[in-house]
């Protein structure tokens, strides 16, 4: 049975959308798109490195494969750590509305996507990562079906903005795996599933 991992790039007040380019994601009228990359550095790049280095196969939303569609195949050094995974690894992508997928080795999830990673997780074996697909991260949470979370903080507040906690999320507990701050102040937290939450009180 395979684990189903998230790494997900955040503001301060939980925002995950387009991170990577000011064209990446308007909807909702959001003018910040790109807010994550005044904030690369080698630090960060190596960490990426390090979580590519592990999967078995990737799943993504709709609008992450059509991001990732577009630029990653036209990555073809055979030492690019993220292309030679991208490009090679199996890829599923939950989607209600693409036809087909040019991207080699690509298939489609068409069903209940609750009960299609479900089952992949049963199918497969090793890591299976998600990145970004912040929409079907929330769907997945609130289920219970991911794993681990790679959540890397930015140091920058946005006010507006789709967020990956929103309220009604499902309680649930994290352990802490790992943790680090790059050179310009990304919080890098890995954090595995642990249950539900304890309470307790002070008094």
Known sequence: ????????????????????????????????????VPFGDEDFRRHIDRIFARPTAFLLGRRTYDIFAGYWPKQTDPEDPIASKLNSLPKYVATTTLDSADWAGTTLLRGDVVEEVAALKER?????????????????LAHGLIDTLHLHVFPVVLGTGFRLFPEGTRPTAFRLAEAAVTSTGVALHTYERAGRPAYGSYA
């Open 124 to 140: 497969l074996d090793g890591e299976i990562q998600m990145h970004g697909s912040g929409g079907l991260a929330r769907t997945l």
């Open 1 to 36: 049975m395979a684990t189903l991992s998230l790494t997900q790039f955040l503001t301060l007040d939980g925002v995950y959308q387009a991170p990577g380019g000011p064209d990446e994601d308007r909807s909702g009228g959001f003018e910040h798109g790109g807010w994550s």
